[in-house]
């Protein structure tokens, strides 16, 4: 089934540890954003990719890093992890800049 | 700055009919969707409006006025699996999506 692969699903961390969480999408699409969703708040972009091998900020990006090597993975790394980094995060695509949004199952996010 | 406002928390009876209102101040305007989100799970695509009226999709509708900021969502003959977060979106003047907390709307039998 065609869409968007999230992994891992669930994650806790201690604080300062690396973490990468994997994002892979098989529909062709140009655009990758990376949001976390926090209770109360809207979806906050943190990266996002218009095309495969260029990446940008978002409203959030301190602390994240992205890269893009090809057109269907965009992982999103923590460096070195905080508690205020504990959310969920979801990893979207769209076809183009104006297109709809599909997006994958999420990834929860506990930094301890 | 910019702001998408909408309720926090809706009830409403199966089988009734329920408006979710959303009003925003952007820089710019290219399109406005609402998404559905279950809880635990991802944000689903329900409509898009970029030119001023009424969408209708089946049981939802989407209605846009561009000169008032406002959009609403309509949902019919609730049933008990629309129980949900409605979220309102608007692209900006740089194709940037900017969100909306999200409406909680909880259905009673």
């Known amino acids: 089934i065609a869409g968007i692969t999230q992994a891992p699903t669930s994650q806790i961390l201690a604080a300062g540890r690396r973490m990468t969480l994997r994002c892979t999408q098989d529909?062709?699409?140009?655009?990758m954003y990376w949001y976390r969703q926090d209770l109360g708040l809207g979806l906050r972009l943190i990266h996002y990719s218009n095309t495969a091998g260029t990446t940008g900020k978002g409203e959030v990006p301190d602390g994240y890093s992205v890269s893009r090597a090809n057109t269907d993975d965009f992982p999103l790394t923590l460096a070195s992890a905080v508690p205020s980094q504990t959310s969920v995060y979801f990893c979207?695509?769209?076809?183009?800049?104006?297109?709809?949004?599909?997006f994958g199952e999420g990834s929860r996010l506990t930094v301890l | 700055g910019q702001n998408i406002d909408q309720p926090t928390e809706m009830t409403a009876t199966e089988g009734a009919i329920v408006q979710i209102n959303c009003t925003y101040q952007t820089s710019g305007f290219n399109g406005l969707f609402w998404y559905q989100q279950h809880a635990g799970e991802a944000p689903t695509f329900l409509s898009y409006n970029v030119l001023d009226g009424l969408e209708e999709k089946g049981r939802f509708s989407s209605f846009l006025s561009r000169s008032k900021g406002y959009s609403y969502l309509l949902l019919k003959e609730l049933q008990m699996k629309d129980s949900a977060s409605y979220l309102c979106a608007v692209r900006d003047s740089n194709y940037q999506l900017i969100w909306g907390a999200g409406t909680k709307l909880i259905i009673k039998p």
């Open positions: 529909m062709r699409h140009n655009a």
């Open positions: 979207a695509s769209s076809d183009s800049t104006h297109g709809e949004l599909f």
